[in-house]
Nanobody
Framework: VQLQASGGGTVQAGDSLRLSCAFS????????MEWFRQVLGKEREFVASITRISIDTNYADSVKGRFTISRDNSKSTVYLQMNILKPEDTAIYYC???????????WGQGTLVTVSS
């Protein structure tokens, strides 16, 4: 499995960004997709997840109501729409894939999001 995240950048507080993560190597629809983020010097934290056919999504409390995870199984791509961005959202964002009922992840390379105040 290979994951390629894109869409990061530098924005101002209150702006929006959409991250994308292209999946290849195996059947995309077999995997739960998740986004994590990491600030330098801190542990990687969960941001959002989406089940294989988009029935269920989950979000960290810190992003609930502002971020939306979605997927397009026909394009083998998962998205993270980030609205009302805050400086504390500044981090490297990683997409990850796992099989259901397992927590063995495949990781992408990360994309940097910087939110200035």
């Amino acid at each position: 499995v290979q994951l390629q995240a894109s869409g990061g950048g530098t924005v101002q507080a209150g702006d929006s960004l959409r991250l994308s993560c292209a999946f290849s190597g195996q059947a995309f629809s077999s995997y739960v997709m998740e986004w994590f983020r990491q600030v330098l010097g801190k542990e990687r934290e969960f941001v959002a997840s989406i089940t294989r056919i988009s029935i269920d999504t989950n979000y960290a409390d810190s992003v609930k109501g502002r971020f939306t995870i979605s997927r397009d199984n026909s394009k083998s791509t998962v998205y993270l729409q980030m609205n009302i961005l805050k400086p504390e959202d500044t981090a490297i964002y990683y997409c990850a894939a796992r099989k259901p009922a397992t927590y063995s992840y495949f990781w992408g390379q990360g994309t940097l999001v910087t939110v200035s105040s």
